[in-house]
């Protein structure tokens, strides 16, 4: 019995040590994070079909709230993972931020979202480029766009 | 509880307390997981049998509740629920917890339990390919009486089934079932091919059989407002699954095989259900096995686990 409540105990444990873990971002000579920098230079010529369309944003924000804000925030401000609206991000270009969506950063616990439409994940990164940078006065004056589409 | 000590193999009095205590834990754990509100959905594919390269989000528990309804030739048709737990422990890491469960319907012991499994898929690639593979491995600690048919290898027949319970359920088998999983995406659609080694554990050979999955969302864009039933939350696809023999007779003689089409409603608060239909192939299948099933993600199940301690 006691072995048994152990061996749970201890299950359980792993789960929730397995999901602890912050990481320090480091960035390129542009600013971007070098996991986003880490795509193939290709990508950032890629253009992103529903940049600057409202019904692409929104559907991109509907999608980051089931897919992303579990780990990003409601707001993408960051909860278990990086802050989206953090220059690191913001100042990838849409290539980049695909490539990133499309295999994940597995040694950083980000999977691949290659499961879902490519068109999908392109409605995604014109949410989070819709975002822009955070400034310290923006922040404090933010109501988040996340907040303010969803409203609509 | 009694009705429950009859089910279970070696369930005796000295376990059950034990065992009762833990599963409360267990229970209480979950539920105060559970209370906290989460919302995901998983891009897993639709598959019953075959799997595709895409692992279980990290941190995140998919419970799932899947039954199959299948006939019978020579005995009584048979209906085998099972649940699974599906958790993401790492990116490229996915395990899994099976429970097995069966009735027929006519014969001696109609209820049973019929054991457990433990499932663990790994992605050795930490990018995205052309073809995907995952490597698969699972311990199965099962009954003869097990009907789930989550795999078919060998020369596994629908007269396999037949044996009345009482007399399968005392068979116990423990197996090693490994996978090669390749998957590919491709314009919206997911094929995966999946080759299957089993070897029971009791001096048998080893056994062999493949799965094959195709699938596709009905649409590939989102709509800008949330909805249910809407083309965006419909999968649709088909699987096909069958024995190729032993390693002492690797052939298509004597197996039997299975074409699936598949329906799958992903809702945007978590719940997928999905629905599969299959025909058999040949004189050694079953005429058909009726497949449907809800699951639940439970979004950033570890880290409300963590908050918990």
């Known amino acids: 019995m006691r072995r048994l409540l152990i061996l749970t105990l201890l299950t359980f444990s792993a789960i929730a040590a397995a999901?602890?873990?912050?990481?320090?971002?480091?960035?390129?000579?542009r600013g971007v994070w070098v996991e986003i920098a880490q795509a193939p230079a290709s990508t950032r010529s890629w253009k992103n079909p529903y940049e600057g369309q409202p019904d692409g944003i929104a559907a991109g924000e509907k999608l980051f709230h089931q897919h992303c804000a579990d780990c990003h925030g409601d707001d993408a401000r960051g909860k278990h993972a990086p802050n989206l609206r953090s220059?690191?991000?913001?100042?990838a270009t849409p290539g980049e931020l695909a490539w990133?969506?499309?295999?994940?950063n597995m040694t950083h616990r980000m999977p691949p979202w290659a499961g879902i439409p490519e068109q999908r994940r392109w409605q995604i990164v014109a949410f989070i480029k819709s975002l822009g940078v955070e400034t310290k006065s923006s922040a404090s004056n933010a109501i988040p766009a996340a907040t303010n589409t969803a409203s609509r | 509880m009694h009705r429950f000590r009859r089910w279970v193999p070696g369930f005796t009095d000295e376990t059950s307390s034990s065992k009762f205590r833990i599963a409360l834990l267990l229970l209480g754990i979950v539920a105060a997981v559970l209370a906290q509100p989460s919302q995901a959905v998983a891009q897993e594919t639709p598959y019953f049998v075959a799997y595709s390269h895409h692992l279980e989000e990290p941190g995140n528990l998919e419970i799932e509740a899947y039954s199959i309804y299948g006939t019978q030739k020579g005995g009584p048709d048979f209906i085998a629920p099972w649940i699974e737990m599906e958790y993401g422990v790492t990116a490229?890491?996915?395990?899994e917890l099976y429970i097995d469960t069966q009735h027929t319907f006519g014969g001696p012991d109609r209820t049973v339990f019929t054991g457990t499994r433990f499932e663990n898929r790994f992605r050795p690639l930490m990018h995205e390919h052309w073809i995907n593979p995952v490597l698969y491995v699972e311990f199965e600690n099962t009954t003869d009486a097990d009907k789930t048919l989550k795999e078919v290898v060998?020369?596994?027949t629908q007269f396999d089934a037949a044996d009345p319970n009482d007399e399968a359920n005392r068979s116990h088998a423990h197996e090693i079932e490994t996978k090669l999983i390749l998957s590919s995406d491709?314009?919206?659609?997911?094929?995966?091919?999946?080759?299957?080694g089993e070897k029971n554990l009791g001096h048998e050979a080893w056994e062999f059989g493949y799965?094959?999955?195709?699938?596709?969302?009905?649409?590939?864009?989102?709509?800008?407002?949330?909805?249910?039933?809407c083309r965006e939350n419909v999968i649709l696809?088909?699987?096909?699954?069958?024995?190729?023999?032993?390693?002492?007779?690797?052939?298509?003689?004597?197996?039997?095989?299975y074409v699936a089409p598949i329906a799958a409603l992903q809702l945007p608060n978590g719940v997928t259900f999905s629905f599969s239909p299959g025909f058999g192939l040949n004189d050694n299948s079953h005429t058909l096995l009726l497949r449907w099933g809800m699951s639940y993600e439970i979004a950033g199940f570890g880290h409300k686990l963590r908050s918990l301690f």
């Open chain 1, 100 to 104: 990133l969506l499309r295999n994940g």
């Open chain 1, 87 to 91: 220059a690191g991000v913001q100042n």
């Open chain 1, 19 to 29: 999901a602890a873990g912050r990481h320090e971002h480091q960035s390129d000579d």
């Open chain 2, 154 to 156: 060998g020369q596994d």
């Open chain 2, 237 to 257: 696809g088909a699987e096909m699954y069958g024995g190729l023999g032993t390693v002492k007779s690797f052939s298509l003689s004597g197996t039997s095989h």
């Open chain 2, 186 to 196: 491709y314009k919206g659609w997911n094929f995966s091919e999946n080759f299957i």
């Open chain 2, 211 to 229: 799965a094959l999955g195709v699938s596709r969302p009905l649409r590939l864009e989102a709509t800008p407002r949330p909805c249910n039933f």
């Open chain 2, 92 to 95: 490229w890491w996915t395990t």
